[in-house]
């Protein structure tokens, strides 16, 4: 495992961070002390999901949502959090050159060894897309000596065929019980994940928590590397 000290997240959504990375955080810091940032661009106000009994509503949702990142955020030990304030569901329709020179700005003031994001082309939602490809630009753009490096998180289920295999794959087993404390924290969103399990245990997966068990990433190289 390559040693990285800091680490910045940047993903769309409250959640995006903890079904993605939340055991890669804890191997970093165990591992290696490594500071952890967490920066997310919208407060998913835009969501489905509002609870089971429901706790919020479409009025409510964003400030929850928020307070559940926060919260997420904590079992995670996450050092800092930044809430970017853009629009859920418009991150496709802004111009990929001011989210990257929003999320270049950042970068800069953090100063991270390794960020970690979304695939700009294989990540399903549109915003996840559109965060990966400014998130690609803002690195890309930045003297090739200072880059930190890129980790992408592809979720389509053709990615390996596309790109091939990943090149990291983390089995975060030891902290799967923090990661699953981090995941109830968004408990406007928590169903989701029992759904998911369900279906795959009905599908007759081995292992139906094998989605959450691995985390998973492909290093990023520019043309000029």
């Given at each position: ?22 055991g890669t955080v804890q191997l ?19 969501g489905r999901n509002f609870g ?73 939602h549109p915003d996840h897309n ?96």
């Amino acid at each position: 495992m390559k040693k990285f000290t800091h680490l910045l997240l940047i993903f769309p959504h409250p959640d995006d961070e903890t079904f993605s990375a939340a055991g890669t955080v804890q191997l970093y810091k165990n591992t290696y002390q490594a500071t952890i940032t967490c920066a997310s661009l919208t407060a998913g106000e835009m969501g489905r999901n509002f609870g089971t009994p429901p706790m919020a509503n479409r009025e409510t949702l964003a400030r929850i949502r928020k307070e559940e990142l926060e919260d997420a955020c904590r079992i995670m030990g996450v050092d800092r959090l930044h809430h970017l304030g853009f629009r859920d569901k418009t991150l496709e329709f802004e111009q990929t050159e001011f989210l990257a020179n929003t999320l270049l700005d950042l970068i800069e003031k953090e100063q991270p060894d390794l960020v970690i994001t979304f695939d700009p082309e294989l990540s399903i939602h549109p915003d996840h897309n559109a965060t990966g490809r400014a998130v690609v630009q803002a690195v890309g753009s930045m003297p090739k000596l200072a880059r930190p490096e890129l980790y992408t998180k592809a979720i389509t289920a053709d990615a390996a065929d596309i790109i091939g295999e990943p090149h990291i794959i983390y089995d975060i087993s030891d902290y799967m019980p923090l990661k699953k404390q981090a995941i109830e924290a968004h408990r406007s969103q928590a169903l989701e994940v029992n759904a998911i399990t369900k279906q795959k245990l009905k599908e007759g997966a081995d292992d139906p928590e094998a989605w959450i068990r691995y985390e998973q990433f492909w290093v990023h190289t520019f043309k000029d590397e």
